[in-house]
């Protein structure tokens, strides 16, 4: 049974010769003369490959050259250059016999070996039948159904096209030792392409092999928790918030997964929460627009931004700081929305004194920057009409003209967070205070 995390392959050995290569390796060192201090020396080896076919993979052609390199260095390295030289054709054959036999999987067509001070050794290998001539590559994991397209897209894209460039036209002999390489290479492939994520490689050598590919996160920093926050300028937070449980239900694909692979893909969480939120039955119902924001941590937190298409409500507290400054207020609004255009109702409570002020009027958006309304007070003798420029998402200006009391009142209003807003009024009347404006 295999260990979690290990291929089913071990990892390569480099080839060892047999018995009688080295016997044949050690013959020729004894019967070598001693050399004398002051001939050339071979100093080092210059190998060239080359292999029938083409197309040998990188990491089996370096360890092919590895080989090929040790036996050159155990004949070659150290020894008497005008001592070798008579021997050459008797080298080669040896040379020709040893590497014959510790590659296995293929068969030396031809060896030359040029003494010298670097010597330089010309090895033709052939690939010995039969050879890989299909490979089956099966990416499995076990991340969630929604996100696992996140993980198999990229396996498809670049995992599998490498997996059949490494294992096409090797002979099926070689991958007793060639395999363990493949697989580590797979590995870093796997891992380069799927940030947090590792490769378990399991080969069923043959002519038509099938590599099954399981892909597993690796790192600690996983997404452990996840925290909904709301974010509305339409609807009432408290109201929001009863949906919580619901909303962090939906976010479940993303529970496991790595931090570093989350956040590369974030975009793509976003979207697929976005398309989970808009089947969210009360989204459907009240026509709410809704967009996810995701911070990606091991602990992570989604801030739902919902806007309502037909109703505009708010719950806001008022406290005003100053003076000629009026009561504290509660305030309720409910809108309804038909285009640019919100017919509304208000409830303000003055808990002070008990006291309340009920009005309704509209409001028109006149484009993203620029609303006009009216408030008409159904309780006391009371019209106003006002005007709001937004400078930006956070600060606004509005100017208000009280009908019946002939007077005017100004105010900049800055957005601190979706919750509190500061605000500074100031009246014709030459009175000035300062307004704190929490959403709730």
Same mark, same amino acid.
């Given at each position: ?139 499995? %994991? ?5 996100? $696992? +397209?996140? /993980? =198999?897209?990229?396996? @498809?894209? !670049?995992?599998?096209?490498? #997996? ?72 009432? %937070? ?5 949906? $919580? +449980?619901? /909303? =962090?239900?939906?976010? @479940?694909? !993303?529970?496991?997964?790595? #931090? ?181």
């Amino acid at each position: 049974m295999d260990q979690p995390g290990s291929p089913i392959l071990a990892r390569a050995r480099r080839p060892r010769p047999p018995a009688a290569a080295r016997a044949l390796i050690l013959t020729l060192l004894l019967a070598a003369p001693v050399a004398a201090a002051s001939g050339v020396m071979v100093q080092t080896i210059d190998v060239r490959l080359a292999v029938d076919g083409g197309g040998t993979p990188q990491v089996v052609r370096a360890r092919l050259l590895e080989t090929v390199g040790t036996v050159a260095q155990r004949l070659l390295l150290g020894r008497p250059v005008d001592q070798l030289r008579p021997t050459q054709a008797q080298l080669q054959s040896t040379f020709l016999t040893v590497v014959d036999r510790v590659i296995s999987g293929y068969s030396v067509v031809d060896a030359r070996i040029e003494v010298g001070a670097t010597a330089v050794v010309t090895l033709r290998l052939r690939p010995d039948p039969p050879v890989i001539h299909t490979v089956e590559v099966v990416p499995r %994991t076990a991340v969630h159904p929604a996100v $696992a +397209p996140l /993980v =198999l897209g990229p396996a @498809e894209q !670049i995992l599998i096209p490498a #997996v059949r460039a490494l294992f096409l036209g090797l002979p099926v002999e070689a991958l007793d030792w060639a395999a363990p390489l493949i697989v580590d290479e797979v590995r870093r492939t796997a891992e380069d392409a799927l940030p947090g994520f590792t490769a378990v490689v399991r080969v069923r050598p043959a002519a038509y092999s099938r590599v099954e590919i399981e892909l597993l996160t690796r790192e600690g920093r996983v997404v452990r928790d996840i925290g909904v926050r709301f974010r509305s300028g339409s609807i009432p %937070t408290l109201l929001l918030e009863q949906h $919580a +449980p619901a /909303v =962090l239900s939906l976010t @479940e694909p !993303i529970r496991g997964l790595p #931090v570093v692979f989350a956040e590369r893909h974030r975009a793509a969480l976003e979207r697929l929460l976005e398309e989970r939120l808009r089947a969210y039955p009360p989204v459907a119902q009240y026509h709410i627009v809704v967009r996810p924001v995701l911070h990606v941590a091991e602990t992570t937190y989604l801030t739902v931004v919902a806007d309502s298409l037909l109703y505009l409500g708010r719950v806001e507290a008022e406290v005003n700081l100053g003076r000629p400054a009026p009561a504290p207020e509660l305030r309720f609004h409910l809108g309804r929305l038909i285009g640019s255009l919100e017919i509304f109702g208000e409830v303000a409570l003055v808990p002070n004194t008990l006291s309340g002020r009920y009005d309704v009027g509209f409001r028109y958006r006149v484009n993203e920057t620029l609303d006009v309304g009216t408030n008409i007070t159904l309780n006391a003798v009371g019209t106003t009409g006002w005007v709001i420029y937004r400078l930006n998402p956070d600060l606004s200006l509005r100017a208000a003209y009280e009908i019946h009391q002939r007077r005017f009142e100004g105010s900049v209003r800055h957005r601190f967070s979706a919750f509190l807003s500061g605000e500074l009024v100031g009246t014709s009347g030459g009175e000035y205070w300062i307004r704190l404006i929490s959403n709730l």
